[in-house]
């Protein structure tokens, strides 16, 4: 072995070998099976340009386009504690939450943020169902503590994007203790005035549903979203009897006064804005008013 079959060779192969075409450039819409082109997808906000399903959707992306300009300053969130019960599944607690960060790139389930939308200032909030189903654990509560009482500081009014599959079984009670924390937390908007907005996505289940994501003083579903405390599936098998088309869906839901708009995600930036404005006594947002893109951000507060 010398230094031209180590070192020449293998760059001369590198250089004539066969580049592999990554394999994320395609997305699957799961409703009609349409292959996305990541790039088409990404720029319509997730949204299948065939039959208008709603794929999921990190907070950062969401962000990004919900913010003037794409910018937008995380707010800080307090530190929970690691793994509280010293559970244990098939996997270490710490572990999945290793796991989770490595896929999503995020340090929790929930993302706090501030900014302006169409020069509305504002708090938001959104949950990442990729981490560990956006299950709702000390974290979560902590995010929505953190960001009402960084609307009331501001005086702001708050925005909460919901995606989860309930409560976080390794936290155990801790998890449910959320519910009354995150209510506790709300009441404190509703006391300084200032108005909470809930956007419920696909899914928005469990104790989530139960608690801040059917808190808000305007509920927003995007369409089609699954929003319920138990899943259809559970509801089929307990009363042993067929449930009706749609059931437990976004447009159901409107019609049985249970939310007030179902929007489309390209319609919720100029949506969210109206309300807020009229809710705090603005005049409407004047298009076109804005500076030009810069670079999105997203360093802590």
């Given at each position: 072995m010398n230094w031209i079959t180590n070192y020449v060779?293998?760059?001369?192969n590198s250089l004539f070998s066969r580049r592999e075409v990554p394999e994320n450039l395609w997305t699957k819409c799961p409703e009609c099976g349409t292959m996305l082109f990541h790039r088409e997808l990404a720029d319509s906000l997730n949204v299948c340009g065939n039959c208008d399903h709603h794929l999921p959707i990190s907070p950062r992306e969401r962000f990004a386009a919900l913010f003037d300009a794409g910018i937008f300053t995380e707010v800080k969130v307090p530190e929970a504690v690691a793994d509280p019960l010293m559970f244990r599944d098939q996997k270490k607690y710490p572990d999945r939450l290793k796991a989770a960060q490595k896929d999503t790139g995020e340090r929790e389930a929930m993302l706090v943020a501030e900014g302006e939308v169409l020069r509305t200032p504002i708090v938001a909030a959104a949950q990442e169902f990729a981490f560990m189903a956006g299950s709702m654990g000390a974290h979560v509560g902590n995010a929505i503590i953190a960001g009402a009482e960084r609307a009331v500081k501001l005086r702001r009014p708050?925005?909460?994007f919901a995606a989860s599959g309930g409560a976080r079984m390794q936290e155990g009670i801790l998890s449910?203790?959320?519910m009354p924390r995150t209510t506790v937390a709300l009441a404190l908007l509703r006391e300084a005035g200032l108005p909470y907005v809930v956007v419920l996505t696909n899914p928005t289940t469990g104790g989530v549903t139960?608690?801040?994501?059917?808190?808000g003083d305007v509920q927003i579903a995007e369409p089609n979203a699954l929003i319920c405390f138990a899943g259809p599936r559970v509801i089929e098998q307990t009363i042993r009897e067929k449930l009706p088309e749609g059931f437990?869906?976004?447009e159901y839901l409107l019609d049985h006064g249970m939310i007030d708009r179902v929007t489309h995600r390209k319609a919720l930036r100029e949506e969210i804005a109206t309300i807020l404005r009229m809710l705090t006594l603005q005049p409407p947002a004047i298009k076109g008013d804005l500076p030009r893109p810069e670079a999105g951000g997203g360093a802590p507060a």
């Open positions: 060779r293998p760059k001369i708050f925005v909460l449910l203790m959320q139960a608690s801040y994501a059917m808190l437990q869906r976004a």
